[in-house]
């Protein structure tokens, strides 16, 4: 019988056991410790969109859409001109074209979208691909899937 000779493609590394190492492969199912965050998700924090639509236009896939209105500013001095503000009515974005890219993420002037570790949940129709990132309530914490 041919032995085959040791070397880097068969040696544990030194100080590893049969055990993965603490890292990318570990799950930790339920209630079994911190889980790393996944890009599963959009969260959008509503108090901080300005609806400069930013997003929209630099998303790759056109998937996020914006509505909003105009609102005179607030508290503005004695003598100071009216001046308006958009503010935000619907914000969605469609995970049915959505590239997980994190363009929207990065590009956003104002922090107002992060990454979330909750997944869009299996949709029954096409159309529940289209969510308001605003409303975590309607994501799901999967556990049955490795983290990232
Ligand atoms: S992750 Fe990329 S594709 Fe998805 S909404 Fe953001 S910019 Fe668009
Ligand atoms: S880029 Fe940020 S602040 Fe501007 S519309 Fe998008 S989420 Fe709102």
Redesign the pocket.
């Known amino acids: 019988m041919t032995k085959i000779p040791e070397g880097p493609t068969t040696r544990l590394p030194e100080g590893s056991t049969t055990h993965p190492p603490e890292g990318l492969t570990t799950r930790t199912p339920e209630g079994g410790g911190e889980r790393r965050p996944r890009h599963a998700s ?1 969260a959008l924090d509503r108090e901080l969109c300005t609806s400069c639509i930013i ?1 929209v236009v ?4 056109w ?2 859409n914006l509505t909003s209105h105009p609102e005179p500013v607030p508290d503005l001095p004695p003598g100071a001109r009216t001046r308006t503000h958009q503010v935000l009515d619907t914000f969605t ?1 469609d995970y049915g ?9 990065e590009e956003c002037p104002f922090d107002a979208l992060a990454w979330d570790d909750r997944l869009v949940p299996p949709p029954v129709a096409r159309a529940d691909l289209v969510t308001d990132p605003s409303r975590p309530a309607d994501l799901v914490t999967d556990h049955s899937r490795p983290a990232d």
């Open positions: 959009i997003c630099e998303c790759p896939a998937c996020i974005i074209t959505c590239l997980y890219c994190g363009i929207c993420i």
